[in-house]
């Protein structure tokens, strides 16, 4: 059997359009215009694919559906004998596999799987809108009522929407409308309640099709295209349900559930915040080289051991600088002072890493926020990450021009909306600004809200301020762990007094009497 590639675009014969036709290697060409199609001479061929994966058969219409041989051939659906074939193709363009609709209208696969959506290769990685279906004929019929638009489907169906989708997010993020075009049934409304939770908020409508058609292929098969086009442009913005009666939350108020997701291991800290909640944004300060990063790597180290999903961002350390403090914490051993032994890494890595669900970010220095607020969401939708740290927000506004305290209420803002949006509990690294006195931060000077660096979004925003003070000159090498704000309970002051431990290199109360256990209300 043979097919036929896309070759080049012309202008039409007819007159219609200087750039909608569509030239073929077998000489045919179609007018996406005008819809003018002119049959070849040459031979069509079949193209040999890196992945030894043949396209097998050729385009043709197919009747039943009322899809056109030239919408078959833009999406590379050929028929081959009683086989009905759909090309699957990686992010690069080229071809993994098939999809293949047996002659008993089963389903099976040749070559290799992907995680691309059906047709996604056709179309660009950002536009103004985009139209995902259930299925591969329902985004070719979609094609055929409204050319030119994005129209992708789903590879396995309702069932595996939302593991599908999430994997897409970078892509779909690039798109200002998303239309969500699935079945009528209930496994395709609870696809679409479990997708349209992923994606941004504000850009997802869901286009739902008039009775008696069930998809977007059983409308046009009834040659009613327009029905195709009304379900589109009357697409709805995406609402959660959510709004409820006070009178049925009896059971829900009533139930006991515990006061957080994570427990502090550092026990007055536990007991002075409650513990680590999801949907709450933390913010740990302290002056320069009081030891923020290293107090970081700790709460990391002991979330991953309790087996948490966590993502680490160090916008100011390259990511085997990361992974080594991490490993340090978790084996107990200074990896990152020092040459060792390969097998002595191995074995760190082996008992730590190797086992920790850790996701890092791989960058080094001052990015653009937009990208990080992007792979925030992309580490909490499409990773399920529940826990993130962020260090540090200077470094993260360090390649910006303007005012500093309004880039920071901008930054602080969409931080704030990532966490409520997602429900991720974010760590974010903040420094100080000078004290007014003669007494540093280096010299241990109390730390209060006030000298929060830039602005006091940072302050309002958080859900939790926790700040490190110690004299770097003292020989006790101490530090004073304190609680500026407490949102959950509205506990602060001092929690506890912390030394660093050089050889296992982690935090470690002290026995010492905490002097100053004042709360702020």
């Known amino acids: ?112 799987t992907t995680d691309t959506l059906f047709g996604q290769h056709l179309f660009p990685n950002s536009g103004k809108r985009i139209v995902i279906t259930e299925g591969e004929l329902d985004a070719a019929s979609c094609y055929q009522a409204m050319e030119n638009w994005p129209m992708v489907s789903l590879p396995h169906g309702a069932a595996s929407a939302k593991k599908d989708i999430q994997k897409q997010i970078p ?35 869901i286009a739902h099709l008039a009775d008696p058609y069930k998809d977007a292929s059983d409308a046009l098969q009834n040659d009613d295209p327009d029905a195709i086009r009304r379900a589109i442009w009357d697409a709805k913005p995406y609402q959660p349900d959510g709004i409820v009666d006070g009178k049925s939350l009896l059971e829900l108020v009533t139930t006991p559930t515990p006061p957080c997701d994570h427990t502090y291991l550092l026990k007055g800290l536990q007991e002075k915040t409650h513990g680590i909640r999801y949907g709450e944004l933390t913010t740990i300060t302290a002056g320069t080289g009081q030891g923020k990063s290293t107090f970081c790597r700790q709460l990391a180290t002991d979330l991953l051991q309790s087996g948490e999903r966590v993502g680490y961002i160090a916008l100011e350390e390259s990511n085997r600088r990361t992974a080594l403090g991490l490993m ?54 499409g990773l399920d990450i529940r826990i993130i740290f962020l260090d540090h927000l200077s470094i993260l506004l360090s390649g910006l021009d303007g005012d500093e305290r309004r880039m920071i209420d901008t930054t602080m803002t969409k931080l704030r909306s990532l966490v409520e949006r997602t429900g991720i509990s974010l760590f974010l690294v903040s420094h100080l600004r000078r004290t007014q006195t003669d007494k540093d931060h280096t010299d241990g000077a109390k730390v209060s809200l006030g000298q929060l660096r830039g602005s006091q979004a940072i302050s309002q925003l958080s859900d939790t301020v926790l700040a490190l003070e110690r004299d770097q000159q003292a020989e006790n090498d101490v530090s004073t762990l304190r609680v500026l704000k407490n949102r959950y309970s509205g506990e602060t002051g001092i929690a506890a007094q912390l030394q660093y431990d050089k050889t296992t290199c982690r935090f470690n109360e002290t026995k010492d009497p905490i002097l100053n256990t004042q709360t702020d209300f």
């Open 1 to 112: 059997m043979t097919d036929s590639e896309f070759l080049r675009h012309e202008p039409c014969p007819t007159g219609g359009s200087s750039d909608a036709n569509s030239v073929y290697t077998d000489g045919h060409s179609y007018c996406f215009s005008c819809q003018t199609y002119i049959p070849g001479e040459g031979d069509l061929h079949t193209h040999q694919m890196q992945t030894n994966v043949n396209f097998k058969g050729s385009a043709q219409r197919l009747q039943k559906r009322r899809i056109s041989e030239a919408v078959c051939q833009f999406f590379k659906i050929y028929r081959d004998e009683a086989y009905l074939r759909f090309p699957y193709f990686d992010s690069s363009g080229r071809l993994k596999g098939f999809k293949v609709k047996t002659k008993n209208k089963n389903f099976k696969y040749e070559g290799e």
């Open 171 to 205: 892509f779909l993020q690039g798109y200002q409308e998303i239309i969500l075009f699935f079945d009528k049934d209930e496994a395709g409304l609870r696809a679409t309640e479990q997708v349209a939770t992923l994606l941004p908020q504000g850009t997802v409508k």
């Open 328 to 381: 340090s914490v978790g084996v107990g051993q200074a990896l990152h002072l020092g040459e060792h032994e390969r097998d002595v890494l191995q074995l760190a890595y082996d008992t730590t890493i190797s086992n920790w669900n850790l996701y890092l970010y791989d960058h080094f220095g001052s990015l653009s926020p937009d990208i990080i607020y992007n792979r925030i969401e992309y580490m909490a939708l």
